[in-house]
């Protein structure tokens, strides 16, 4: 191997290199939002695989259906960070993300839906009531609809689940048919009022290697 060809091997071990440290730094603020690593906002900080966007001061989690969802807190020892749930239409019972189908995750990225959810589906159809879920006067949705009565669910046909892992991690449905709207509460508490409950998704993601 001649000086040159030794140079010009350097200079692609360099550039590696420096690639390789610039993508393991955390990116910048997105607002007063920390974006600890892996989670990353550009090509040149964080990992790529862990995606997400800073919209004007707003750090949001991108959907498999191209629908953002606020990030609200990440708790990056945890590997996990909390989504706002999409907001039920005033008057419609309708969650904003229904056209989309609701909350669907691309199953080949490193995130998931944990087990720490405790989803509460509104204006369902009779269909419903052959399935294991909640849907009984003490689901938490029936106390949920009385404090949110301007989001139009009252009195439709809810239920709730724990969304746990014999269910798939990668969705929460809805749809014109089915049930049309849905909230979610973290860690929910069965002693707490529901102006206390943690609403929001939580995701995790898998560390990477």
Not at 70 to 98: E, H
Not at 112 to 125: D, E, R
Not at 173 to 182: E, F, K, L, P, W
Request: charged share 15%; with cysteine.
């Amino acid at each position: 191997m001649n000086v040159r060809e030794m140079m010009s091997v350097l200079i692609m071990f360099v550039l590696v290199s420096i690639s390789h440290v610039s993508a393991l730094e955390a990116c910048p603020n997105c607002g007063s939002m920390q974006v600890p690593y892996p989670l990353s906002t550009n090509d040149n900080c964080g990992n790529p695989r862990y995606r997400v966007y800073c919209n004007n001061g707003s750090l949001d989690f991108l959907s498999a259906q191209n629908f953002f969802y606020q990030i609200l807190s990440i708790n990056p020892s945890a590997y996990k960070f909390i989504i706002r749930p999409p907001l039920i239409q005033k008057n419609t019972c309708y969650s904003s993300d229904l056209d989309v189908g609701g909350l669907l995750l691309d199953e080949n990225s490193p995130f998931n839906i944990s087990t720490h959810n405790t989803v509460m589906l509104f204006n369902c159809s009779e269909t419903i009531l052959l399935s294991p879920l909640n849907c009984s006067s003490v689901s938490p949705c029936r106390q949920f609809e009385k404090v949110e009565a301007e989001g139009g669910c009252i009195d439709t046909l809810c239920c709730s689940f724990l969304k746990d892992s014999a269910m798939t991690s990668h969705r929460i449905r809805v749809r014109v048919g089915g049930c049309t709207a849905y909230t979610s509460v973290v860690d929910f508490n069965p002693d707490w009022t529901v102006e206390s409950w943690n609403y929001g998704i939580e995701l995790q993601w898998v560390p990477p290697n």
